[in-house]
């Protein structure tokens, strides 16, 4: 841009002076340019005459003229063009002027904008580093919470644990009286069991000894009907032991003890046979309160039925397991 203003600002002296270069020569032209007016024909003979009786004396001074006007016009020539250098170099320097303004103020402009540039990468360095301090206060902020919430996690752990622990001995304190009862609940079927059979014996002998009585019978006939008695009473016993046993050894065949099941659990049923043996019903007397635990012991009954070695037990001992209880334990089926 400063080179088209350049060029555009030379041109303008250059012209001007052509211009007057132009304006002397057009002058030197018309003073050289002879007079137009005319004369007579008459007055031409005599023109001529004294023209040539004038020549002598006129050249000179027309040619002092002309060297006059010559060295006038070489003057004007040389005014004019010095002229023309003047405004030009007026003009050369108000451009040159102009020149140094520009540069001068382009300069000032690249300082400005360097100075803006300075100071943005000064503002730009200080955002830097305060959002790098951010970040780090952020980071460390984070990993205090991380530490919290770590430590929070295994505190509640621990309780969790401990709660566990708690409740796993309240559990075994739990399971241990609950086999300490049925312990002591089975010691007291057991006694009452053999308090029964006592009573049994002992009615089926005092059955005898009446008999022996009304019949009227010697000493030897009492003596012998008692031993008999004895004698069948051992053998009714024997055979519902057997009997018993074989029970017992059928349903721990077909039970099938659910997987996941705590040891301890105990469920009593209720058997109701038939004198053939066939099962007429199985309940829970005593549940062991697990349901899918007491539905296996029921299943177990059912699976083993009938149980058809019942005929041969004697009619009383029939009639002792035509209704009697079993007892589920894992591993010790009474």
Sequence with gaps: MAREEHRVGYGLPALLAIGVHLLVVG?????????????????AVVQATLVSTETATDQAQRAQEARARAAARQQAEAEAAREAERQAQEVEARQAQEQAAREAAEAESQRQAAEEARVEAQRRAEEAERQARL????????????????????????????QRQAEEQ??????AERQRQAEEQRRREEEAERQRQAEEQRRREEAARRAAEAAGGSLDSLIASEQEAIANARQATEAANGFQALVRRAVEQAWIIPPGSVDGLEA?????????????GVSVVRGS???????????AVERAAPFREMR??????QSQFRQFNLRFRPGDIR
């Design 268 to 280: 009593t049923l209720a058997l109701n046979l038939l004198p053939t043996g066939e099962l007429v």
């Design 135 to 162: 970040r780090e206060e952020q980071a460390a902020e984070q990993e205090a919470e991380r530490q919290r919430q770590a430590e929070e996690q295994r505190r509640r752990e621990e309780e969790a644990e401990r």
């Design 289 to 299: 309160g697990d349901a899918g635990f007491d539905r296996s012991a029921l299943q």
């Design 170 to 175: 309240r559990r075994r304190e739990e399971e």
């Design 27 to 43: 002058l030197s032209m018309l003073s050289l340019v002879p007079s137009a007016r005319t004369e007579p024909p008459s007055a």
């Design 312 to 317: 041969q037990l004697p009619a009383a001992a």
